[in-house]
């Protein structure tokens, strides 16, 4: 008869607060080989061979732990305690994953950044902001000037994924994009997919950034916190009711009012303009097989000038997470989650005064299964259901303006996805992973929609009927299989080729002509008129580590075609319109590239070098003439260097460099008078002009109190935005411009002043100082 085999379990927790230690390196003693990683509550479990044998235990920071093992340790409860290491974590932290995994793991096109390194980058006004940091990756673009807007692999912004704890937020941003809505103190890690997107996540086309807080500390109460340029931000984290249950909160706030407060210009005096943010997450053990999370975070944005105009929006998220142990090799995550943002403008004025606003939410349940019957094989499948809903734009003008009033309907959807996946060691050498998400979307009412003559969906096209649906009643119906696939093959232990193909349906886009992303874009729900976007992406590369995985290099490239994008019309109106479907041009797009990292893992200097070169094509009858044409975030090419450095265990430094192509836009080929007025005359032909190429250089001095035995830790942070002062192009106005001479008119002696057309360009930030000091308790 075989003899069964036994497996050794036990936990890896940090020392310093007994928090759970996930990505730990486990294996026997001169066995690396059998090696296996905890999970995300630190356990793990890993084949026992002939006892008795030494087990080590390693993570990244923290001192590596050996014990010897017998057999009577087998099916006793054991925890491995490891202690933060001595050594500075600004020499290790830089990766994206542990040491050689890139090599070994499906892993392909993603990048699990700690918060660590985002600290460490120099960032505008101070505020170390974590989608700012993800745009120094390779495929990974930005906006513009300061914005935190991701453009990946030649998607729109609104074909990523930004979720907190497994609930999206609508609107990621503070300041119009200048600053993302999470404060770093409160998280735990961020994982970005560019490609081979496990089938548990679905519903956008391009990317995921998934984020998660952190947990409180179960042994005592500790903070932090910092004092910057323009905000202020507080953690605080530690037992709840017992070492069973904890808490941590986080707050930000700007005080960008309060100096307004203090101009002599009563024009200034009178303005605001702040944000705030608050998250928190509660962590309860119910028992040795249960854990309960509750998570939750609420931010907004005003701005005002002087009681006259007002701006302001608004995210709000909460989510609930049931996580069980069912056995050494199957557990189940239950999650729900509900995300809501609104927006409000507010004009005072008597004659043309009004208040708008609008709001949307999505409210979801997901159920996730995960079986591991051998160390060969992994599983997964289960469920997911989004309610969408997209609530009426109201425009509601002053009692006595002139402005008449605007409502639109509504628009409900409701997505159901069901998906499997699995990985498999086919040899020591081929490992494949297999997935498969079938979605099925359903346009609901209460809404209405619009029966357009001769099928024609345009401005000028007549509305023959109209057609009314109760709440729930099915208005469209779609459905789509998403299959995805991988590919490894292990050429060495420091070398290895993967290969991947993911399908992905996207039911809610943005319709704006804006690429950096505003408060009130207009987000268009899946229904008639509006078909769910697909995307089909293959993508293969090249990973290798070199001596010993200090360095890491890799090569990826990528092919994504676009069915069903859409575009607005020339001229378009979307923000009012309760007939949007006629604003839009539907069509297909395609984008490739290649991705080049170079990166330094270990020593006093760290960082990487990484080289995008991408392309991005859309193709829509009745723009640019039929003809092929590039979206705004068209960047063929962009470079990015980042370096930091510890002179010793006080003073480190951070550099980093960006260039990148300026993006696509239509400049005027001409003017042409209208009512006594020059008006800009552009081409029929899109985007075939740019801005001049972006380029900038930022750098940081970190000075930290390196005695590790006091209970008040501080660090004073200098940062220079744009080192060398670099006037990159905001944005371009076409307008008539005075000339810098005049004359006098001979017959009334009056002065006479010319003007002429001409183009102003405005920039936003030169060389921009600025000084935080952060402190711990």
Known sequence: MAQETSFYSAEVLDASNSLPLAGASVYWENDQGSGVISGEDGSFQIKSKSLPMRLIVSFVGFETSSRLITAKDLGKPQRFFLKPSDVSLDEIIVQERKAGEQVKSMEMGKASVPMETIKNIPALFGEVDLLRSLQLLPGVQTAGEGTTGLFVRGGSADQNLVQLDGAPIYNPSHFFGFFSVFNPDGLDRVELYKGNMPASFGGRLSALVDVSLREGNNSQIHGEGGIGSISSRLTLEGPLFSDKSTFIISGRRTYADVFLKLSNDEDIKNNKLNFHDLSGKLAFVLGEKDKLTISSYEGSD????????????????????????????????????????????????????????????????????????????????GFQNQL??????????????????????????????????ATYEITPKLSTEAGLRWGFFNQIGKGVEYIYEGNEVNPDARITDTLNYEAGENIKFYQGLEPRIAF???????????????RNFQYVQIASNSSAGLPVDRWILGGTYVPPVRSDQVSLGIFQNINDSRWEVSVEGYYKDLRNVIDLRNGAQVLFTDNVETELLTGNGWSYGAEFLLRKNMGKTTGWLAYTYSRTWRKISGISLGQKYNPRFDRPHDVTLVLNHEFSPSWSAGLTFIYTTGQAVSFPIGVYDLDYQSVPLYSDFRNRDRFPDYHRMDASVTWKNADKGRKWKGSWN????????????????????????????????????????????????????????NFQF
């Open 302 to 381: 005003y701005l005002g000038l002087d009681d006259e105009f007002g701006l302001g929006w608004r995210n709000w998220i909460s989510s609930a997470q049931w996580s069980r142990t069912s056995s050494e090799r199957l557990f189940f995550d239950l999650q729900a989650y509900h995300s809501r943002y609104n927006y409000r403008v507010e004009f005072d004025d008597p004659d043309t005064g009004f208040e708008w606003r609008n709001k949307l939410s999505e409210t979801g349940l997901k159920a996730v299964w995960t079986y591991l019957p051998s160390d060969k094989f992994q599983s997964y499948w």
């Open 388 to 421: 969408y809903h997209f609530a009426p734009i109201e425009l509601n003008p002053a009692s006595d303006s002139s402005i008449e009033p605007i409502t639109t309907n509504p628009k409900n959807g409701l997505l159901n996805s069901a998906f499997i996946g």
């Open 488 to 502: 490894r093959y292990l050429i060495n232990d420091n070398l290895s080729l993967k290969a991947a193909y993911n």
């Open 718 to 773: 200098f940062s220079i935005y744009n080192l060398y002062g670099r006037k990159n192009p905001f944005a371009y106005e076409f307008r008539e411009i005075y000339n810098d001479d005049f004359r006098y008119d001979s017959d009334d002696d009056g002065p006479v002043v010319s003007t002429r057309q001409g183009i102003v360009m405005t920039y936003l930030f030169t060389f921009l100082p600025s000084i935080t000091y």
